[in-house]
């Protein structure tokens, strides 16, 4: 079966840095998407690779590494209001979203 | 207005009510998605729209029908639901249904919570 794995919860302290994993299992890959979503609000694109590297937006670098399954967010200088859900998707060779359940990251003072 | 609107934002019903969900997106967009989103779990796709065909329809129970008019709107009517179908409904729009990178990212609406009693 296909599946996607991230961590549940994380929690992190304010100006640092946080790391958030994701792993997957597909059937073929055609990209790797990663949303923010704040509580009660809707889900909003961050960052699509489909390429293995690195791409950077601001504080926001999403990493992609295709033999091994996994991609990364990167998230500097840690505001509060990056407290928020991070959903990992991956479109399937049929482009079918397949989406992990997603990383609650809590900021701390 | 902008982005994908969904109405209403919150809705609590009994079983037996029919009441529906309805979503608008000012994109220009061709294709659109009714996603439930449950607690801890991933979002479960429930149907897709694609230039108002219905190109999906994941097994869903048929106490919920979609109806797309048109590209810009999008409904879930709901009837005889139960408890276990409390949660969040959120439509989605994209430019396309097919292809890579861009046409496949989503603009989501800010959902409508649903509380069965």
């Known amino acids: 079966g296909q599946n996607i794995d991230q961590p549940t919860e994380m929690t992190a302290t304010e100006g640092a840095i946080v790391q958030i994993n994701c792993t997957y299992q597909?059937?073929?890959?055609?990209?790797l998407f990663w949303y923010q979503q704040h509580a009660g609000e809707a889900p909003t694109f961050l960052s699509y690779?489909?390429l293995d590297g690195l791409e950077e937006k601001g504080r926001f670098s999403s990493f992609l590494s295709r033999s091994k399954g996994y991609s990364y967010l990167l998230l500097k200088e840690l505001q509060m209001k990056d407290s928020a859900s991070y959903l990992c998707?991956?479109?399937?060779?049929?482009?079918?979203?397949?989406w992990g359940a997603g990383t609650k990251l809590i900021i701390k003072p | 207005e902008t982005g994908v609107t969904q109405t209403p934002r919150h809705l609590v019903m009994g079983m037996t009510n029919k009441k529906s969900l309805k979503c608008e997106q000012h994109?220009?967009?061709?294709?659109m998605y009714w996603y439930k989103q449950s607690a801890k779990k991933p979002l479960e796709l429930m149907f897709v729209?694609?230039?108002?065909?219905?190109?999906e329809n994941n097994s869903v129970p048929s106490r919920f029908s979609p109806e797309c008019p048109n590209s810009s709107h999008l409904f879930l009517h709901l009837h005889t639901l139960q408890p276990e179908d409390s949660a969040l409904y959120l439509c989605?729009?994209?430019?396309?249904?097919?292809?890579?990178?861009?046409?496949?990212?989503?603009?989501f609406g800010a959902g409508s919570r649903l509380t069965v009693l």
């Open positions: 989605a729009s994209s430019q396309d249904h097919e292809g890579a990178s861009g046409a496949n990212v989503l603009t």
């Open positions: 994109l220009g967009h061709n294709a």
């Open positions: 729209y694609n230039f108002k065909e219905q190109t």
């Open positions: 597909t059937s073929g890959f055609n990209g």
């Open positions: 690779n489909v």
């Open positions: 998707a991956v479109l399937d060779s049929n482009y079918q979203l397949i």
